[in-house]
């Protein structure tokens, strides 16, 4: 099993950046698909992107698209989110996530789950 734990949230006004962070405990970090996914209030929780266990293949959700990047460092036992161009749509709970494979988004699938960092964008 692998154990999550996700840093960076905060307080961003309209425009800004944010670069959010996940820790894994495991050993085995590195034969893991990882991924991000959010939750807004009131809304499903939804994908954001994922990375293959290389790095070399990464998926994005449409409304993120040119403006996040998924990122990991397998040496360190972590994976990153950067947020560029934020805007009060991109308020949410975001989870970091081991997905079964990188390009699968159901959040039924979802093998492992972070406890979440909250991330406020003001308008």
């Known amino acids: 099993q692998v154990q999550l734990v996700e840093s960076g949230g905060g307080l961003v006004q309209t425009g800004g950046s944010l670069r959010l962070s996940c820790s894994a405990s495991?050993?085995?970090?590195?034969?893991?698909?990882m991924g991000w996914f959010r939750q807004a209030p009131g809304k499903e929780r939804e994908f954001v992107a994922t990375?293959?266990?290389?790095?070399?293949?990464?998926y994005y959700a449409d409304s993120v698209k040119g403006r996040f990047t998924i990122s990991r460092d397998n040496a360190k036992n972590t994976v990153s989110l950067q947020m560029n161009i934020l805007t009060p749509e991109d308020t949410a709970v975001y989870y970091c996530?081991?997905?079964?494979?990188?390009?699968?988004?159901?959040?039924?699938?979802?093998?492992?789950w972070g406890q979440g960092t909250q991330v406020t964008v003001s308008s």
């Open positions: 996530a081991a997905p079964p494979r990188p390009n699968t988004f159901d959040v039924g699938t979802i093998l492992y």
């Open positions: 495991g050993r085995t970090f590195s034969r893991y698909a």
């Open positions: 990375i293959s266990w290389s790095g070399g293949s990464t």
